[in-house]
């Protein structure tokens, strides 16, 4: 995953407005409104899509849990590079005894 994550686009910039269809010759996209969504991404290229309040609420959620795995994963390399400086003065300090008495 890491490999594809380095030459992964960033998303630079989100814009979007709301359409609302108020009357269609289909009664089904009367009164409906939309999302339309655009995201700037870092080499120029622009992604645009629509969707409807319960497909943008859905990707909310899913974002969401994206914000709560990447803090969860932020906080647990945090730990293990706190454990791993523990560790690493603990070996140190071990290392100066035995070169002490080798002394």
């Known amino acids: 995953m ?7 686009r960033r998303v630079t910039d989100v814009t979007w407005r709301i359409d609302v269809v108020l009357a269609s ?6 009164n409906r409104a939309s999302a339309i969504v655009e995201l700037a991404l870092d080499d120029g290229a622009r992604v645009t899509f ?3 309040l319960e497909a943008l609420d859905g990707l909310r959620e899913s974002v969401a ?13 945090a730990n293990v590079d706190a454990i791993g400086g523990k ?3 603990g070996y140190d300090a071990i290392a100066r005894a035995v070169q002490e008495k080798k002394a």
Request: some cysteine.
């Open 65 to 77: 849990h994206v914000v709560h795995d990447m803090t969860w994963a932020s906080a647990s390399v």
């Open 87 to 89: 560790a690493r003065g």
């Open 25 to 30: 010759s289909s009664c089904a996209k009367a």
């Open 50 to 52: 629509e969707c409807e």
């Open 2 to 8: 890491s490999s594809s994550t380095a030459s992964a």
